[in-house]
């Protein structure tokens, strides 16, 4: 059952932006909205208790309005994580930038910069070690059921939970000498994607097209969900809780931890990096490089693959040749040869210009080849 919608505080300003909270977050679900909007109703409810003058978006200023919102997140009690006033000042912003758009105020989107959410805690990426990604990979193949196969459709493609449940029946293209893709939907970025498949992948969307119940319209869901989205996703993390905790692992464990283990599994195999930001669906390299492990054993793999392959060392400088006699006969020799090379370029180009400047060039090597042969 979902939880009722908090109402935006009645201001003057809540009829811009409670559309702009639900344009931003089209493609995302119920608990994004709702984080927008509750960003959108702290910051109406400071708006009319500091501010109450307000009452159009272009009378909103850097200073006071938007600083002085920022000193109230810092000044809360008890105090909010760094995490969560980054979120905060993110999602205030984003709706600055929708309104600056929609309401052709491109000033909005100034309010607010980069620089003022607070740097995130960094955490460390998790992929799955490779005892984890063995034990989980045989249990779930064991269950067989919806959502561990899922949960292998996960591992093997990289996709988010979210992206996972919205996949269609007909996601697989066939490219032609046995070459697949799986269309992932439009997701957390806004963006969608054709992932590489193998084989395996096209028997686990096959083994998702069986298990959907029979009489249903063929515009569903491969996965299917009668009682809702969030009901499926909150069902798919209690499957993986429970395969971790049948074999033992006593970790505490998440399936998007299945997304970093895929990306380092491609990079380990040799997909260039640029690839796998594609693969992932990221925006920046960046995000991509907070996925990705790499350990001492991937930096010592990759030390010998270079030393073993000289096209990847850097070239050694060509070995000096013997500097030839130097005497008159031997100069000769050489403009003999620059006359031959440079009338061969001359015949090959095509502008005019060119020709010319080449010609004026051969008159003075013969001039300078006349005098040698006089001299010698």
Same mark, same amino acid.
């Given at each position: 059952m979902k939880r009722p919608r908090a109402p935006l505080p009645t201001h003057p300003l809540t009829k811009f932006f409670q559309p702009a909270a639900e344009s931003v977050t089209t493609s995302l679900g119920d608990v994004s909205l709702r984080a927008y909007r509750a960003t959108a109703r702290h910051f109406l409810t400071y708006l009319a208790s500091q501010y109450p003058e307000v009452d159009c978006l272009d009378q909103l200023r850097r200073d006071p309005h938007l600083l002085g919102w920022l000193a109230l997140l810092r000044s809360r009690k008890p105090p909010l994580t760094t995490n969560h006033r980054a979120t905060q000042v993110m999602y205030l912003r984003r709706l600055l930038e929708e309104l600056a758009w929609t309401q052709q105020l491109p000033a909005l989107a100034h309010l607010l910069g980069r620089d003022d959410a607070p740097h995130k805690e960094r955490r460390l990426p998790r992929p799955l070690t490779r005892e984890q990604d063995l034990l989980l990979q045989q249990e779930l193949s064991r269950r067989n059921d919806r959502n561990s196969i899922a949960l292998l459709l996960m591992r093997h493609t990289g996709m988010r939970i979210g992206e996972l449940v919205d996949l269609t029946p007909d996601c697989l293209l066939s490219l032609g000498n046995d070459q697949?893709?799986?269309? @992932? %939907?439009?997701?957390? /970025? !806004?963006?969608?994607?054709?992932?590489? @498949? #193998?084989?395996? @992948?096209?028997?686990?969307?096959?083994?998702?097209?069986?298990?959907?119940?029979?009489?249903?319209?063929?515009?569903?869901?491969?996965? &299917?969900? %009668? %009682?809702?989205?969030?009901?499926?996703?909150?069902?798919?993390? #209690?499957?993986?809780?429970?395969?971790?905790?049948?074999? &033992?692992? !006593?970790?505490?464990?998440?399936?998007?931890?299945?997304?970093? +283990?895929?990306?380092?599994?491609?990079?380990?195999? &040799?997909?260039?990096?640029?690839?796998?930001? !594609?693969?992932? &669906?990221? !925006?920046?390299?960046?995000? +991509?490089? *907070?996925?990705?492990?790499? +350990? *001492?054993? #991937? /930096?010592?793999?990759?030390?010998? /693959?270079?030393?073993?392959?000289?096209?990847?060392?850097?070239?050694? $400088?060509?070995?000096?040749? $013997?500097?030839?006699?130097?005497? /008159?006969?031997?100069?000769?020799?050489?403009? =003999?040869?620059? *006359? =031959?090379?440079?009338?061969?370029?001359?015949?090959? @180009?095509? #502008?005019?210009? +060119?020709?010319?400047?080449?010609?004026?060039?051969?008159?003075?090597?013969?001039?300078?080849?006349?005098?040698?042969? =006089?001299?010698?």
């Amino acid at each position: 059952m979902k939880r009722p919608r908090a109402p935006l505080p009645t201001h003057p300003l809540t009829k811009f932006f409670q559309p702009a909270a639900e344009s931003v977050t089209t493609s995302l679900g119920d608990v994004s909205l709702r984080a927008y909007r509750a960003t959108a109703r702290h910051f109406l409810t400071y708006l009319a208790s500091q501010y109450p003058e307000v009452d159009c978006l272009d009378q909103l200023r850097r200073d006071p309005h938007l600083l002085g919102w920022l000193a109230l997140l810092r000044s809360r009690k008890p105090p909010l994580t760094t995490n969560h006033r980054a979120t905060q000042v993110m999602y205030l912003r984003r709706l600055l930038e929708e309104l600056a758009w929609t309401q052709q105020l491109p000033a909005l989107a100034h309010l607010l910069g980069r620089d003022d959410a607070p740097h995130k805690e960094r955490r460390l990426p998790r992929p799955l070690t490779r005892e984890q990604d063995l034990l989980l990979q045989q249990e779930l193949s064991r269950r067989n059921d919806r959502n561990s196969i899922a949960l292998l459709l996960m591992r093997h493609t990289g996709m988010r939970i979210g992206e996972l449940v919205d996949l269609t029946p007909d996601c697989l293209l066939s490219l032609g000498n046995d070459q697949w893709a799986i269309h @992932v %939907p439009l997701g957390k /970025l !806004k963006t969608e994607r054709w992932v590489p @498949v #193998d084989s395996l @992948v096209c028997g686990l969307v096959d083994r998702l097209r069986s298990l959907r119940p029979p009489g249903r319209p063929a515009d569903r869901l491969l996965s &299917g969900r %009668p %009682p809702g989205r969030a009901w499926l996703i909150r069902n798919i993390r #209690d499957t993986f809780r429970d395969a971790a905790a049948a074999v &033992g692992i !006593k970790a505490r464990l998440f399936p998007h931890q299945l997304r970093h +283990t895929y990306g380092t599994e491609m990079l380990r195999a &040799g997909v260039s990096f640029a690839a796998v930001v !594609k693969l992932l &669906g990221h !925006k920046s390299a960046y995000m +991509t490089l *907070q996925y990705l492990e790499i +350990t *001492q054993e #991937d /930096l010592q793999r990759e030390f010998k /693959l270079a030393r073993s392959h000289p096209r990847h060392l850097v070239p050694h $400088p060509p070995t000096p040749q $013997p500097f030839p006699h130097a005497d /008159l006969a031997t100069f000769v020799d050489s403009l =003999h040869a620059a *006359q =031959h090379v440079l009338e061969m370029y001359r015949r090959s @180009v095509d #502008d005019h210009l +060119t020709r010319r400047s080449l010609s004026r060039l051969a008159n003075r090597l013969a001039k300078l080849l006349a005098v040698a042969k =006089h001299l010698h």
